[in-house]
Nanobody
């Protein structure tokens, strides 16, 4: 089994930055997982934010966060980081970490992911 735990959320002002961390653990977790972040705003469906391949060499982003968000990973530490910059009120959401073994299917499709964390809340408000 694989467990994913997100942290780093909080209340921030527009224009601020935040570093979201996903820590993976579990006896069966290996580095051959594509990792992603999704988010769900109040009253909306969960949407893809960003993903990173298991080597760290390929990334994918939703158009709304390109140029503002950065995704990275440290396979030795089994962590995935989402650096969120220039935050806007519309970025307010619960941010979820997800793992997809061997990068099956579309990285932008939540049904491709095998494991999920419980999420961390990011609220952007002045």
């Amino acid at each position: 089994q694989v467990q994913l735990v997100e942290s780093g959320g909080g209340l921030v002002r527009p224009g601020d930055s935040r570093r979201l961390t996903c820590a993976a653990n579990g006896r069966t977790f290996d580095t051959y997982y594509d990792m992603a972040w999704f988010r769900q705003a109040p009253g909306k469906e969960r949407e893809f934010v960003a993903a990173i391949g298991y080597t760290g060499g390929t990334t994918w982003f939703h158009d709304s966060v390109k140029g503002r968000f950065i995704i990275s990973r440290d396979n030795a530490e089994k962590t995935v980081i989402l650096q969120v910059n220039s935050l806007k009120p519309e970025d307010t959401a619960v941010y979820y970490c997800a793992a997809n073994h061997l990068g099956r299917g579309s990285r932008r499709d939540e049904t491709s992911y095998d494991y999920w964390g419980r999420g961390t809340q990011v609220t952007v408000s002045s």
